[in-house]
């Protein structure tokens, strides 16, 4: 915080300081007490948000000029990766939290895409896959367990784009031949973004070529499994029963929202039949679908 925030935060702390005293001697309410301590711890966390921001983007454009100074495809490289990763999810964050309409959100996207395209790369490389699937990871919590707005969703469906890769493999799979598993991820929220924007039809055409693909490779290696890498967390490695399941747990989202009660009970129960157990990706999926079925039903 400069001089003039340090200046403004105290003068504001004396300000209140010096109500809340008054409030007291002439014997108002304490209530009226809290509701200035509130307002100021609010307006200290806002305060504290913006300059963690700040901190975040400095970070980032430090790792960056260090990088591109040193060539050090070691610490320097994973702290150009780290930090990028960091501003783009608390951007994607700070975006979510925008009211409807905001003139703030343009610039927040226009900063994220700026992010994302150093982050990435060049699109026919393995970084830009990896890139792709942490914008995956990044944006499957905002769009599965939050509701964003059409305009929120709308970027998200731009951002999670499957890449030239994955299309070729959806090409494969229409002929029905098998394929490398590429970028699932990436089509699984990409299909999502589409449902919360409320393109129905292109949401279920990209569910079901996943889900073509997913069945293929399934059949050949009913066992196979795909690793993230560790930076992926909790979610490193995943199994092609979870992406059949997920799959069927995106259906019965899009039925569900669309009224089509019957329809989303039949993808769930193929998605108990697939396994009972749910995977991190589909519990919270399937968890809506079955309060929209029961709210409908009472």
């Known amino acids: 915080m400069g001089r003039t925030g340090t200046r403004v935060f105290v003068a504001e702390y004396?300000?209140?300081?010096?109500?809340?005293?008054r409030l007291l001697h002439n014997g108002r309410s304490a209530l009226a007490c809290v509701l200035c301590v509130v307002a100021f711890s609010q307006s200290a966390r806002v305060e504290a948000q913006v300059e963690t921001m700040e901190q975040l983007r400095q970070r980032y454009q430090q790792a960056r000029a260090t990088f591109a100074k040193t060539k050090d495809y070691s610490k320097d490289y994973r702290e150009s990766i780290e930090s990028a990763h960091k501003l783009i999810s608390a951007?994607?964050?700070?975006?979510?939290?925008?009211p409807h309409g905001s003139a703030e959100l343009p610039a927040v996207h226009k900063e994220i895409k700026a992010v994302f395209k150093d982050l990435a790369g060049h699109p026919?490389?393995?970084?830009?896959n990896l890139a792709k699937s942490f914008i995956a990871r990044t944006t499957w919590p905002l769009l599965a367990d939050d509701e964003p707005t059409p305009e929120q969703a709308a970027f998200m469906v731009e951002l999670t784009e499957p890449q030239l890769?994955?299309?070729?493999?959806?090409e494969a799979a229409r002929r029905g031949k098998p394929t490398e598993p590429l970028g699932w991820d990436v089509q699984a929220a990409h299909a999502l973004a589409l449902i919360r924007s409320a393109n129905a039809e292109?949401?279920?055409?990209?569910?079901t070529i996943l889900h073509d693909k997913v069945s293929i490779n399934h059949a050949r290696n009913p066992k196979g499994r795909l690793d993230y890498g560790s930076e992926a967390g909790e979610e490193r490695y995943r199994n092609y029963t979870d992406y059949l399941q997920l799959c069927e747990a995106l259906h019965a989202l899009q039925a569900a929202i669309a009224n089509d009660l019957e329809g989303a009970k039949k993808h769930i129960e193929n998605v108990r039949k697939l396994r009972e157990a749910l995977s991190p990706e589909a519990t919270p999926l399937v968890t809506e679908v079955v309060r929209r079925v029961k709210v409908d039903n009472d």
């Open 165 to 170: 890769g994955v299309r070729k493999n959806d």
């Open 14 to 21: 004396l300000t209140l300081r010096l109500r809340m005293q």
């Open 91 to 98: 951007l994607l964050n700070h975006g979510m939290a925008l």
């Open 202 to 207: 292109q949401a279920g055409d990209e569910i």
């Open 124 to 128: 026919l490389t393995e970084k830009f």
